[in-house]
């Protein structure tokens, strides 16, 4: 029986859900976090159906408010829960010419890919590198290597979570830390995420990869302690050439795959 915990916000659907499932599978306890109690219900019940007894603590929480990691650090230190693995995967997007989108749904985005992940980050590696031990899984995504028009603040946050994650990363080593850092970068993956982000009629939206597979990908990488997980094809295609494009191309490219496409 496996004693550890595991921690996963953005577990009620799409990529985090099927993170979630990997460490059930493995006989984690899972702490589930997103917004919506009946969705975590859902994802619990999923969870309950297919590995039995596996322990699940559901943690409703809003990412976007400032003060929601420490509120969230504090209900696992009171409930006397140690974080073995923490998987910073709740985010979203969202589509259209930057001088046209709703600043409030940014800054939120901002807020919840970016600013909760730092924090969270924060709080939960201090712990783990004082036990010398720990393994984190940063959500990033192919967008963290590319401009990316139509989705600019979007990417902007995943290229913010690519630098943040790589510089610990080298930070890690340094100190001689076990504690490990990994970044999952998906390539377009199918799960509500086009929706919410207002991009179901793309061609993105229309290619996508499964969300267990990518999850899967991600979740192997985390335990083997890799720096970055590049899921399918797709995704090691966008890395590779963001090596060698300029990000001009890049940037047209990118604006390809958020065109609008009807059948
Ligand atoms: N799907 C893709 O093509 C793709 C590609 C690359 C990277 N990613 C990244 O993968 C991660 C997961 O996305 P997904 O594709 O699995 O989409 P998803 O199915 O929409 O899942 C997003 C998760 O984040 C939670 N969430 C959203 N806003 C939140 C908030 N304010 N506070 C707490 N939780 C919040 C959602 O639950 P509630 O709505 O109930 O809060 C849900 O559990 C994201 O970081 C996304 O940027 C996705």
Known sequence: MNEQTALITGASSGIGFEL???????????????????????????????????????????????EAPEQLYAETQRRGLQIDALVNDAGFGETGYFADTDMQTELRMIQVNATSLVHLTKLYLRDMMARNYGRILQLG??????????????????????????AVQHELKKQRSAV???????????????QVAHAEH??????TASAREVAEEGYDAMMEGAARSLPTLAAKANFFSSLVLPDSVLATLMNTQLQEVRH
């Open 180 to 194: 490990t850092m990994t970044i999952l970068c998906p390539p377009p993956t199918d799960t509500n995420f086009f």
């Open 141 to 166: 995504s192919v967008a963290s290597f590319s401009p990316s028009p139509c989705q600019a603040v979007y990417a902007a946050t995943k290229a913010f979570v690519l630098s943040f994650t790589e």
């Open 202 to 207: 793309t061609w993105a939206a229309n290619h």
């Open 20 to 66: 979630a499932r990997c460490f059930a599978r493995d006989d984690y306890r899972v702490v589930l976090v997103a917004r919506r109690l009946e969705e975590l219900q859902e994802a619990a019940r999923l969870l309950h159906q297919e590995f039995g007894g596996v322990d699940i603590l559901l943690l409703p929480l809003d990412l976007s408010r400032p």
